[in-house]
């Protein structure tokens, strides 16, 4: 099945109803019709049973008969409410009397910004942003600042107990029901203000802190970007410590065998969630969870606990194979509440493979069907040859395992590169050439246009659904609009033509052995 061209975002004015209507078709017969839709601003959903509010799950809500028993059906919903201004997503399918549901992919879908025109929203900061530590009162002190062109009315406060998945209440209380609490302008109706809302909290907990921004028309802010923080309030919870005593590696430990280990005992005051560990080498780089060092974000493996969630619990990990060097050791606690040990405790040791062994020698044949080729690097040798890791390099591409197999889809000559890896770490490489030619059955791929979805001289424009009847094949897109402006190579975009008229949409589609096919289509704007 070809999915639908994404539609065009739809701009109208709120504070009306709207009407959704369209068609479901079935190859065989049709068993119902049904609709989603979201006002993701004002966070309002449409319910199964029809109900639109707030405190309801979204769902889907049937817009047909319980049982169309039609291969198609023409349906239609208007909302029995008006508009509000926000952003709306609306989505459609269709489930057939097997009980097949229409995919994802393939459903009608549609955002509908509900705009008051010539008003743009406003725009709502908090400060500062991001996660916020160390508070040890059940308080906050919330500020902020709010911009509109037309005026800033309210801005009003979402918080949220990310622990019990709660929201304080304007009473106080806490409930499942999303609710807001309203800030103090320092400037009411002004284009620019700040705010301030100082709040008790009723509970310790890991509190989503988000700011919400109305302006004089209601408008809401429809974006929460630099607008949200958290707060992980646990008065009296102190982060978790290790037990240094008990922590191996010692300083300047030397291993033989390739791998690190790390043991110890980490303790806090109310409970353990896990213990973390990071390895760096002398080049500053993270080792990853597979023992590679690439980067020098900072990367955290996390360790075997033996008693998690108890104020202490012994742990222990061991690195995969590393290569000989130098490294640092970093060690620290997490505790049910996300606490860290301020500071890591830290090891320096040395890493050295056994003396004697000696790399692999990395050996593969190649079998070829035409196009398809098979690369067995089991003749590959080694002391410990049940050990080896295989790696591939088709000179298209890369693969693993010690018998791979690719598709070609160019002619021309490859060079193809086993690496066989031991168990310490040490390679051995071999390479071949390998020509390809055009298969004998080949053809050229079939293009397709599908009808676009245009917003005045904008239009959504696809040519997914186009294929290549040789298995394996892959091709490239390229598009010419017509209007002298650049070509694409997307297997779909949005074009924006340069005035209203009749244009002659050209794809080309070419496959990896030079062959070609286009088709064209009339697109009126």
């Known amino acids: 099945m070809v ?3 994404a539609a065009q975002p739809l701009t109208v004015a709120p ?7 369209g068609s479901a078709n079935d190859d065989q017969s049709l068993d119902t019709v049904e609709i989603q839709l979201r006002n993701t601003t004002t966070r309002e959903n449409l319910a199964s049973d029809g109900t639109w509010s707030t405190d309801v799950t979204a769902g889907w809500y049937r817009v047909s008969p319980v049982h169309v028993s039609a291969p198609s059906y023409n349906w239609s919903y208007t909302t029995p409410f008006n508009l509000k201004p926000g952003t709306y997503t609306f989505s459609v399918r269709g489930t057939d009397e097997l009980g097949l549901i229409t995919a994802s992919t393939n459903q009608g879908k549609l955002t509908i910004n509900a705009q008051i025109p010539g008003d743009t929203p406003p ?18 002190d919330l500020t902020g600042s709010a911009t509109d062109g037309q005026g800033v009315a309210e801005v009003r406060v979402s918080l949220r107990d990310q622990d019990t998945s709660r929201y304080l209440q304007p009473n106080g209380t806490m409930a499942a029901a999303f609710a807001t609490l309203p800030a103090s302008l320092a400037s009411p109706n002004a284009t620019s203000t700040t705010w301030t809302l100082p709040i008790d909290l009723p509970t310790a907990g890991d509190w989503a ?59 806090d005051d109310q409970a353990m969630q896990r213990v973390e560990i990071a390895v760096v080498d002398s080049l500053g780089r993270y080792m990853s969870s597979t023992g590679t060092f690439t980067s020098t974000t900072a990367s955290w493996r996390t360790s075997f606990l033996t008693s998690p969630g108890t104020p202490g619990s012994n742990f222990s990990y061991t690195t995969p194979v590393i290569p000989a060097g130098s490294y640092t050791v970093q060690v620290r606690g997490v505790d049910q509440h996300d606490q860290i040990t301020p500071i890591p405790s830290v090891r320096h040791v040395t890493v050295s493979i056994p003396p004697g062994n000696n790399p692999p020698v990395a050996a593969f044949t190649i079998a070829c069907n035409q196009n398809v080729c098979t690369f067995d690097g089991r003749s590959s040798t080694d002391e410990n040859p049940t050990a080896l890791t295989y790696s591939w390099n088709f000179g298209n591409g890369t693969g693993s395992g010690a018998v791979a197999t690719r598709t070609y889809t160019s002619a021309t000559t490859y060079t193809v590169v086993l690496t066989a890896t031991d168990e310490w770490g040490a390679v051995g490489t071999a390479t071949q050439t390998l020509t390809i030619t055009e298969p004998t059955n080949n053809v050229a791929p079939t293009p397709v246009i599908n009808p676009p979805s245009c917003a005045g001289l904008s239009c959504n424009i696809s040519g997914v659904g186009s294929t290549d009847s040789n298995v394996g094949d892959t091709f490239t897109y390229l598009w010419n609009f017509g209007d002298g402006t ?11 033509f340069p005035a209203a008229g009749t244009y002659t949409v050209t794809l080309t589609t070419t496959d990896g052995w030079g062959k070609a096919a286009s088709i064209t289509r009339q697109v009126t704007v």
Do not use: W
């Open 123 to 140: 725009d709502t900061t908090i400060t500062p942003t991001g996660t916020i530590t160390g508070v040890q009162v059940l308080h906050l």
């Open 209 to 267: 802190v988000t700011a919400y921004a109305f302006d004089t028309a209601g408008q809401q802010d429809i974006s929460s970007t630099g607008a949200t923080s958290r707060y992980p309030v646990y008065p009296g919870d102190n982060p978790p410590v290790l037990n240094e005593s008990l922590l191996t590696p010692t300083e300047g430990t030397a291993f033989t065998d390739g791998k690190i280990f790390i043991s110890g005992r980490a303790e």
């Open 3 to 5: 999915p639908p061209t």
């Open 15 to 21: 504070g009306s109803p709207m009407t959704f209507a």
């Open 486 to 496: 650049a070509t694409s190579t997307a297997s779909a975009m949005s074009h924006t």
